[in-house]
């Protein structure tokens, strides 16, 4: 799972957004907002925090006109907890998670390039503020390999 993201980071000259969604009210539901606070931007690497509301950044993320759009989300795909898979929008089901307004990919329909979900596997998602231990130590490495990539393969 770890070598999708890899792969991804690994593409020279492409810019890649980075769009953290999620409820930080439901503990690990937030993490994708958790992520895209702590990632650094650079020429080539960006990242915007939508939290649940990702319908309001639309025109901003099209604007932006990244090469590539990554969204970060918890998603349920029954495995550990900070289990994490990097996959195409196309993916998904089309289904409203409880915490979205609208599918993650019914909104894809309304961006211009390329955008794929990096999914996190939650361990809790009740009501509370704080990130499970084990989703959050998962997401830390997350985050360093995002922020590596311009000392790896930028300038």
């Given amino acids: 799972m770890t070598e999708n993201l890899t792969a991804l980071l690994s593409q020279k000259n492409r810019k890649i957004l980075f769009v953290g969604v999620g409820n ?91 955008v794929f979900i990096l999914g996190i596997q939650p361990e809790i998602i009740d009501f509370g503020e704080n990130i499970s231990y084990l989703v959050k130590n998962k997401a830390d490495k997350i985050i360093n390999r995002i922020n590596k990539k311009e000392v790896l393969y930028g300038r």
């Fill in 24 to 114: 930080v009210l439901k503990r690990d539901d937030g993490i994708g907002v958790y992520i895209s606070r702590k990632i650094k931007d650079t020429p080539i690497i960006s990242a915007i925090t939508a939290e649940v509301s990702i319908e309001n950044y639309i025109g901003k993320i099209n604007t932006l006109h990244p090469d590539i759009l990554v969204l970060i989300d918890c998603v349920d795909m029954k495995k550990k907890p900070g289990s994490h898979k990097l996959f195409p929008v196309s993916q998904i089901q089309d289904l409203t998670f409880n915490t979205h307004n609208i599918s993650l990919k019914r909104i894809s329909e309304f961006f211009l390039m390329p």
